[in-house]
């Protein structure tokens, strides 16, 4: 446990942190990118872990090229890169990101002994921010300037607890050997980035993995230490192509792809349940047809399945093949299916989430709060099982930051900042405590 | 029947009008203006018909305001018509027809006798024409300078030809006794426009009332002389309205626009077919839903019935709305039904036609064709049907203009501009014919 | 033409036949019998030929085996023959009639020349008759006494007139050369009897055939010469087997056999019209499922599709085929779809109905109807078609016989005798004109 | 505790009612009587309870009678009654059980104190029994004679350790002051009988109720003392009434009742599913039509809904009442919703199940099994529900009696006699130590 002079110094360190927690939320709020376009972003990360004197790691070694889901299109990719760049992103880094490399990995080299992970991730979403007075960052003048792109799920609080946290570690003098890797992760929303990071390696080497995420809905400080119960899920659109005719004309010509898909739209909501636990699927969108008077000739399908488990989610996800399959060859149609993103369900370890709560009473100033099943999905899952698959543990903390607003992923979603320091003094400390002692109490 | 001399005449006419067809077509090609916003088509025309000393009626007089269907938005419906200043349009008239009143009557009156109607439509479709070297239009420098607006249906070709038969009636010094109306209609596509006109009384006094249509498909001058069989037909727009809500944290919330949608899809395809003759429905495109992880909160749907007889099409649309309710009740959302268009099913008179074949012949140059049942629509068959319940007498002239190459509706179409010439002097022996014998022969 | 004499023999004696004509009715209609089981009647028939010196073919001869659809199971052949045998059916044919051969062909050899045929459906329907003291067979004892086999279709007067014919046929002494071929055929109710004669070659010396059919619904006498339009139609059954599964324990086991069909059936509604014509599905009645709590394993389909065309047919029957494979597919259900009876369309050669009409004036007593596309079908079709096309000629007459009573296919249904002895004159002048000349006159 | 000598004379009556036990099994088993039919099985048990000196209260006392659910009909009541005369029913009480009154309440007054319940459920299932040799029924001689009716779900060992317990309570001098309440339920299966007891005010005095259910695939002797997690449960049928039309002449005639059934059928299953648990759904059966060329006229639907609480199995419930109002409604059908059953979700109170353990680890011969959630349903959870919520408590017992055989619900079931014993000195030891202290421990 942190000695009384460590805690000393620790809080110290983070009230003088504290201004620059919100200055850098705010900044990166205000130039909100979405999903594999956060290349100011980004850049202006790898540029502080550099100058804070991390080894810095970007491009296709902390990003498998083929693993990025969900990514735009290149001219999207480039209008959004030169956009970046006029809005003041780091030159240098720019150049190494281009094409939807936004993923930045920092280590700090403290001698021999165990790894521990931290993953932020730092995309926001689509979404057209309030501009009402009411709405904070619309009234401080910190409400993104990128129309269409906001940060409505706090991911601009977790960047900016990632570098609090990456500075606060440089500025403790007893740091224990080893090495702390903080993992800026793009595109979470959509659960795109993940995966592509896990593949290229990211995790193999860390023993013990750690992310928070910051809600708006709980009070301040409440605190999960081992939240989990997130659904697998896999995200994938569906493209049914079939062929036109003159709808008064040629009834009987074409490949009506409108019938198939309302076909399958039915069929997928009629997969059975399970008795294994929940499950979910949902049509999302539909876009079909063409013209009135035209048999429809393609339809496209916007789809998730989810499962309390990877298998649940598994057994949705190929019963809807089975569906789409099916309703395409009823209609002469050609199917494609286009993964998405998907994430996996994942635990918590459980010793793990025990000493976040130890450390965080230490700490002062958190309340337990019981972590449920939510039926949402998070892609920290990816490194949660990569860790877990290869022996280390793995956590997920969620921190209450209650501004008494809307929700997440509303244009009106803010949070209280106070929480920032709250989450850099929690994973401050539960790094230091986690490079000494990385590994279940043996009693 | 025309005597010699007038036939030469009517030639002589005809050959000096030819060159003037042909700009004036290329004219309204260029400058294509689809429905309802036909504003620089609409006040040329009416500037011309001045010039020639027709009267000519434009605005509410000519169009019962509230029966145009499928009106752009006013905000539409105003960029257009400044953009029809900017191209040229008759100040005046251009003044007179906003807000979507393009309709245009032209008369002329050469005393006591019968009243002969002619109907041009004049509106072009929503398409972007092609810009490739093989489609004569681009190749010669006429191809529509508004995006998203072409000509391919040939209704440029029917405004010049009711622009070339009002100059020539101008100058035939034999014209008989009587009343000739030429009816400049817009919006024919999607069957929205006549039905206004129609409710404005513009064909309450007509004795006689002639169309013609030039089909790309025929060889040029095949002439049908009572085309008919045209399917009645309503189009219309659905709306469902349901809830959102997440798909993985509440599955059960919202209501489902898209389940709803899909339902009726299948079960307006299921409407049973009709022993009394041909029936059609189509649900020509469907959007539905926000995100992917959304309950679809609404669906839109483009669907149009048609019917041998307006009683079948009543059928069609009866059942369908019973449908579309039942779904709607289904996942409890809002229904809403929006006419889009309509048209009734018509005969042409049988001894109209037989005159009209009989016209031809006299004047050479035209091959008899059958006409047949397409399964299209039309909505010439308001006026036609109005005119026969007042005790008049109908004919629609199918004339064909083949230039080898694709369809009606498409970004190719072109038409052989020998046509133009072949329908004013048919037009224009007709009239005289009808003025002159305005009914069957009694033998 | 028939001349004055002959005419007269020939109605001095159909008027000593009538007598016989409506005991003959009776007697069938006392003990119907359903399709492939007429095996009381097929072997009275027989044996009465056989009596009147025709040349009697039964069996396989005149039934090809393999082509008799919706053949009853072996026991109920068994059961149903055994019953005949006990009714007083003929020993000998009983005999040779076994398992179904129920057809019987009737030769009258008269020397060389032209094969004009005549064909009578024997079969009762699957229906119990009335037992109302309002129903004329009731009331004067002869209504069914075979439970659940009634003739409701007018097919045991069609049994009678053949008789008729043939008896008077032996009667007249001046029967021009050639040969008279009676064909009695099985199993018309649900199509299925037809094909099989047909296959067998039963037709294929024909130069002229003729079939005669009774409507209650036409006053007496109306004469209907070339009744055609015919319906092309395929009956068939579908059994979709899928696997059972505890629906609360284990919903998403088993193979949902219900759900298949009830896409399938949505979407076999939903197959397109036809610019062609007329077309016709039924799913007539749909079986599934065991108990309220086992995901149901298996579902039968009654289906029939309908063309105004063979080809309008084809298009639907293989529509159908491809929605119910993919619903198969879509819920891993096996398929079975088991042929249960087919006709074609046919049309009467207009000559041919004309000549009818020509015989029936000079008879006398018939009055002239339009004949109409009726949505029905008619096996008597598979015969036509043949003959036709092995150039030949062929007509399907209708003629009125009501008694004001309810229609076809009730359990009410009655005719108006006197419409035997008309059926009777006509077909034998009508085969004595035909052997005479059995071609289109030559102008 | 029993004491030492408590326990030595229970198992010494045991041993020697346990041959009865069987007799009695068996008895039961060969005359197997369906819901409300059990008129044979119930008269002996009330006969037995006289004797035994028990107070017996049958008929609508202990039955509302407009409870029932699922009642056969009048004639079919009437016939199994006269079966169970025959077959050696007891006259008396048959004599106040017809019409379908088979619920039998035995009371053994031992002065004041407590009330115990003890449920037995007593009805077999619509199956025919296996004939074959291996099944040992029927090796044995004592298969049902009934056809149709099979005891497959040991019900005729409920029924068999219920006159166990009565008769061992007889002989037991030291049973505490109190009352014994056993109560012989009709119609389990289906959910149908317990509802009409607990209506009629059977378990109103109730402090503790106990039921114990045998199952064939568990271990013998293995017990689940609080078996728990049944879902709650309605069951429906469902009658859709249409119309009917000829399908080749009048396809748009009628209201098709298959198209409603099938549309109901597609949304049934696609009810979303619901954050708060498990739910299910199945439409078990669908009879629809009548011929082939007949529109439908009518549909009838077995359902279930179930849910893993009440309140989820009421939003099935609704949700489905909604979706076959619309089917309804889109075609035109009158809807007819009948219910046939239902049950609570409930749970056992977790002290008794405790208690139940102590008794059953005390007495030997037993092991502990965890109970699971098993997506059944059970109507003693109408019982436990009333009982829990007059301020008692209530106890499900699951016991272990594998055979090695088949399972549930199948024409093979058999389980192990020697659970009978079992049986009856577990719940024998319960009611004295319930009687003595039937409310928590108090620490």
């Not at 080893?178 to 993940?194: D, N």
């Not at 928070?212 to 192509?241: C, E, I, M, N």
């Not at 876009?287 to 399945?305: C, D, F, K, S, Y």
């Not at 809307?406 to 009106?412: A, I, L, N, S």
Request: glycine share 12%; charged share 20%; aromatic share 6%.
């Amino acid at each position: 446990m942190l000695s009384q002079s460590e805690l000393e110094t620790l809080e110290h360190c983070v009230a003088r942190l504290a201004p620059r927690l919100v200055a850098d939320r705010r900044d990166f709020h205000r130039f909100a990118e979405t999903g594999w376009t956060e290349f100011r972003t980004a850049s202006l990360i790898a540029r502080r872990l550099c100058e804070l004197g991390f080894e810095v790691r970007v491009g296709p070694e902390v990003l498998e090229p083929g693993a990025r889901m969900g990514l735009p299109s290149p001219r999207e990719l480039e209008a959004q890169w030169h956009r970046a760049s006029a809005q003041g992103g780091d030159p240098e880094f720019l150049g190494r990101m281009r094409g939807g490399f936004t993923g930045v990995v920092g280590l700090l080299h403290r001698g021999p002994g165990p790894v521990v992970g931290l993953r932020f991730d730092i995309d926001a979403l689509d979404l057209v921010e309030s501009k009402a007075p009411s709405h904070r960052p619309a009234a401080e003048g910190f409400a993104s300037v990128n129309e269409g792109a906001t940060h409505a799920c706090g991911h601009d609080g977790h960047a900016a607890i990632g570098l609090g946290v990456a500075e606060l570690l440089t500025q403790l003098t007893e740091v224990p050997s080893g090495t702390v890797k903080l993992v800026f992760q793009p595109a979470e929303e959509g659960v795109r980035g993940a995966r592509a990071m896990v593949e290229a390696g990211v995790v193999d080497d860390v023993d013990v993995m750690l992310a928070l995420h910051l809600y708006s809905g709980w009070p301040l400080g409440h605190l999960a230490p081992g939240r989990g119960g997130f659904f697998a899920t896999t995200k994938f659109d569906v493209r049914l192509q079939g062929a036109p005719a003159h709808a008064g004309g040629h009834p009987e010509g074409g490949r009506n792809a409108l019938l198939a898909a309302a076909t399958a739209v039915l069929n997928l909501h009629a997969i059975p349940r399970h008795p294994a636990g929940a499950t979910r699927i949902n049509v999302g969108a539909l876009i079909a047809g063409q013209g009135r008077n035209v048999i429809p000739p393609e339809a496209q399908l916007v789809v998730e399945t989810r499962g309390a488990t990877s298998a649940l989610n598994e057994y949705m996800y190929a019963s809807a093949l089975r569906v789409l399959e099916a309703a395409a060859a009823m209609y002469q149609c050609e199917l494609t299916v286009i993964p998405r993103g998907s994430a996996e369900s994942a635990e918590s370890d459980t010793w793990l989430a025990e000493r976040v709560w130890s450390v965080a009473e230490r700490l002062g100033g958190y309340e337990y709060r019981q972590s449920y099943a939510s039926g949402g999905s998070e892609d920290f899952t990816y490194m949660m099982r990569r860790v877990q698959e290869r022996g280390g543990s793995a956590v997920n903390i969620g921190l209450g930051a209650d501004l008494g607003g809307w929700g997440h992923h509303t244009e009106v979603f803010d949070f209280d900042e106070r929480a920032l320091s709250l989450g850099v003094r929690l994973l401050g400390a539960l790094v230091i405590e986690l490079l000494r002692e990385p590994v279940r109490h043996v009693a």
